[in-house]
């Protein structure tokens, strides 16, 4: 039992790195539930529009994520090293894809936006869909602007977060979303003189709250160089080592395409919930956003093994890390395990905080009910991949993650959709076993030990 129970120092290195980040992701998803449940003031049709919309921004957010953390398996192991040169050569790499994937996913949502949220709404039951379609649109349309401050946030902070720096992403993070709360008060419902904009006003508050961060952060690393050595000088020139670029690319690709099926994979998913209705579409918008709040403590342990094991495997302590990865595992099945227990307790009093009907909120009380039985499921899974990434093993983890989704959970869900008559509850119940069944498969391949490897050598 002792070998999953680490010192005082080890929690302290742990914590460290956890604190900023399950504090910048809290108040996020805080200010998040607030902004839902804002919107979901204005009715039941305003909330599912935009539910949809960020579903569709979930995607581009998550082929971001992806693109960025190929690179940083490299940027958190040279940095373990000491090479700031090839850590500047990383984060040009990071710019150059980013901005790719930006244009493409402007372009994308600008000329299709209204046939992709169309696929959200079907005439099963009650709602209008004509109203939330256009309230989705209105929506869509404002978030494009703030596509550009977003990748540019994502791809400083997760350089400052791999190189062992996360308060400061932590304090932008925190202004900006009270930047966006605040914005939310005064331009959806129109106080202190502003017009009542509603889901307009919404969006132009996360636009604003995006710049204010991206603002932050640049003027941060301008003033405090000596901090930020890899910084210095990094647009002289855009150019990347070509040996440095293939292996990022070899790495990183199964990443970045791990994460656009699965963020594809997700949406088809919450597509064939949507089939059951509107009710359907506002229930699991209701509930994931509830959810995505208690499990805070599952992101940031996936993000503290890529930090701490990979800073540990590109130093060449194989046997630090194998015991680092281990205790960390331990300790987020406690973190999920009490917030499981803490969200099944809640799931009976947020939904009534919405202004939407009783079917709704019967919905999304049973939809929270059930997230807190997976969680602690989902905790161990996140974990075990975030440790095979951190050991450059994409390929696989691409494999363990997308792949696995479209060809079990997806068809799963696709014949429960369109082939039974089934609700959405145990629609929701049979989807989510058959995803926690990789829980087991990952603690299988983590206790092997394939993904100790070091990548800077």
Same mark, same amino acid.
């Given at each position: ?7 005082? /120092? ?9 604190? %900023? ?41 998550? @082929? ?10 490299? @940027? ?6 000491? /090479? ?30 209204? +046939? ?32 550009? #401050? ?78 930020? #050595? ?23 690709? %199964? ?7 699965? *963020? ?41 093994? *890529? ?11 194989? /046997? ?15 973190? @999920? ?13 947020? #939904? ?18 059930? /997230? ?11 974990? @075990? ?16 993650? *997308? ?7 997806? +068809? ?46």
């Amino acid at each position: 039992m002792k070998k999953y129970i680490g010192s005082r /120092d080890f929690y302290r290195r742990v914590l460290k790195v956890m604190l %900023p980040i399950i504090i910048q992701q809290g108040i996020t998803n805080f200010v998040g539930l607030l902004d839902n449940i804002m919107v979901g003031q204005v009715g039941t049709e305003q909330m599912s529009g935009v539910a949809i919309a960020n579903q569709l921004q979930f995607i581009f957010q998550l @082929c971001i994520f992806g693109s960025l953390s190929g690179a940083g398996i490299f @940027c958190a192991q040279y940095f373990g090293k000491g /090479d700031q040169d090839k850590i500047r050569s990383v984060f040009r790499y990071k710019v150059l894809t980013t901005a790719l994937i930006t244009v493409l996913g402007i372009g994308v949502f600008w000329f299709f936006r209204t +046939p992709l949220i169309r696929l959200f709404l079907t005439e099963s039951g009650s709602g209008d869909l004509e109203a939330t379609l256009r309230y989705g649109t209105e929506y869509m349309m404002i978030m494009l602007i703030s596509m550009i #401050p977003f990748a540019a946030v994502q791809l400083y902070a997760s350089t400052m977060r791999e190189t062992g720096e996360t308060s400061i992403p932590m304090r932008a993070g925190i202004i900006a979303v009270l930047v966006n709360m605040v914005g939310n008060y005064i331009l959806i419902f129109g106080h202190f003189g502003a017009p009542k904009l509603g889901v307009t006003g919404a969006a132009v508050a996360t636009a604003i709250s995006r710049f204010a961060e991206l603002g932050i952060i640049l003027i941060y690393t301008r003033v405090h160089r000596a901090r930020f #050595p890899y910084f210095t000088g990094i647009y002289r020139t855009l150019a990347v080592p070509l040996s440095l670029a293939k292996d990022i690319t070899i790495k990183g690709m %199964p990443l970045l395409l791990n994460e656009m099926m699965w *963020s594809l994979g997700t949406t088809v998913i919450v597509q064939c919930y949507s089939t059951r209705g509107l009710s359907a579409v506002a229930a699991y918008n209701i509930s994931s956003t509830v959810s995505n709040f208690f499990a805070i403590a599952v992101f940031a342990m996936g993000s503290a093994i *890529s930090i701490l094991v990979g800073q540990d495997l590109g130093a060449g302590e194989f /046997d630090r890390a194998r015991d680092t990865n281990r205790k960390m595992i331990a300790f987020g099945m406690a973190l @999920c395990l009490f917030a499981a227990l803490l969200l099944a307790a809640a799931a009976p009093f947020f #939904p009534r905080i919405y202004n939407t009907t009783d079917e709704v909120r019967s919905l999304a009380n049973h939809l929270l009910w059930l /997230d807190a039985l997976f969680l602690t499921a989902r905790g161990l899974y996140n974990s @075990c991949y975030f440790t095979l990434r951190s050991g450059g093993k994409t390929l696989l983890t691409f494999l363990f993650d *997308s792949v696995s989704m479209w060809v079990v959970n997806i +068809p799963l869900a696709l014949i429960l959709a369109y082939c039974t008559g089934i609700s959405l509850i145990p629609m929701f119940l049979i989807v989510q076993c058959a995803d926690a069944l990789k829980a087991v498969a990952g603690l299988i391949l983590v206790k092997k030990g394939i993904w100790i490897n070091n990548l800077t050598v």
